[in-house]
Nanobody, 120 residues
């Protein structure tokens, strides 16, 4: 089992920056892909950025060039550096990990979410 705890959300003005953190615990060695999703009011949850166990990254087009995903494997912490924030980035941001079990099942784990609000 993998457990995720996010932190770092808050209120920021447009053009500002925030860094989100996601602390992973449990069977972190079994994680295949870990990333960030977000959900704005009235909208579906969407992928923001993800990083695989091999280090390859994937970003939503709307955040390319502004957000950077990284992880510190020694601390089992995932980061999302968000620069040049826009009001449309306002959402609850969730950390997600896809991991495999000993029986080769692929499961998802979600954090509790952290609110990011960007004022205009």
């Amino acid at each position: 089992q993998v457990r995720l705890v996010e932190s770092g959300g808050g209120l920021v003005q447009a053009g500002g920056s925030l860094r989100l953190s996601c602390a992973a615990s449990g069977s972190t060695f079994s994680i295949n892909v870990i990333g960030w999703y977000r959900q704005a009011p009235g909208k579906q949850r969407e992928l923001v950025a993800a990083i695989s166990s091999s280090g390859s990254t994937n970003y939503a087009d709307s955040v390319k060039g502004r957000f950077t995903i990284s992880n510190d494997n020694t601390k089992n912490v995932l980061y999302l550096q968000m620069n040049s924030l826009k009001p449309e980035d306002t959402a609850v941001y969730y950390c997600n990990a896809q991991y495999h079990t000993i029986l080769a099942r692929i499961l998802d784990s979600w954090g509790q979410g952290t609110q990011v609000t960007v004022s205009s």
